[in-house]
């Protein structure tokens, strides 16, 4: 009964949160919030069963992450984007997080371009971070960020729903 409870207040969440984030101010544009606190970078990756790229990402703030936003960009060889994502990550167990200058490894992907070839080419940039500490960093205006609000509220809620 409590997990049918929380995945129906979870769903609830999101969907409220992706459309509150929509509408609502952000805390501030990247520039006024100083430097970003999640270093990515993007190699070519050949883990996957097909090639296509990675991203990895780093904490060099000095904050635990609970969730964070990034778009990934395939990027032809003239320089227009083709595809573009956006990779929501999570850290769901209590006290859980990504700890400062911990280094992860993931998000790979792939894409092909219009003639059927493989493209390994690429930009991350980081949308959203959201802290252990309830703070936020970046526009998170994308509708991925508002699910991580949303879902992050909802895991909040269903931990301690005495204090919501």
């Known amino acids: 009964m ?18 509150f984030a929509q509408t609502s101010a952000t805390t501030g544009d990247e520039a006024s919030q ?23 990402v780093t904490n060099v703030s000095d904050k635990c992450v ?6 990934l960009s395939f990027i032809r ?14 850290f ?3 006290g859980s997080c990504l700890r400062p200058t ?12 219009n ?6 080419h690429g930009t991350a940039s980081i949308e959203l971070v959201v802290f252990s500490d309830g703070t936020e960093w970046g526009a998170g205006k994308s509708e991925t960020a508002g699910e991580l609000r949303g879902f992050l509220k909802a895991m909040d809620y269903a931990r301690n729903p005495q204090d919501n």
């Open 92 to 94: 769901r167990k209590p």
């Open 115 to 120: 003639n059927g070839q493989f493209i390994t």
């Open 77 to 90: 060889d003239d320089g227009t984007v083709l595809r573009t994502w956006h990779k929501m990550t999570v």
């Open 2 to 19: 409590k997990v049918r409870l929380f995945l129906v207040l979870l769903a609830l969440a999101a969907f409220a949160a992706s459309t």
């Open 34 to 56: 100083g430097a970003a606190p999640l270093q990515v970078s993007v190699v070519e990756s050949h883990e996957m069963t097909v090639p296509g790229i990675e991203a990895d």
């Open 66 to 71: 609970r969730g964070y936003v990034i778009e």
């Open 102 to 113: 911990v280094f992860m490894r993931g998000h790979e992907i792939s894409a092909k371009d």
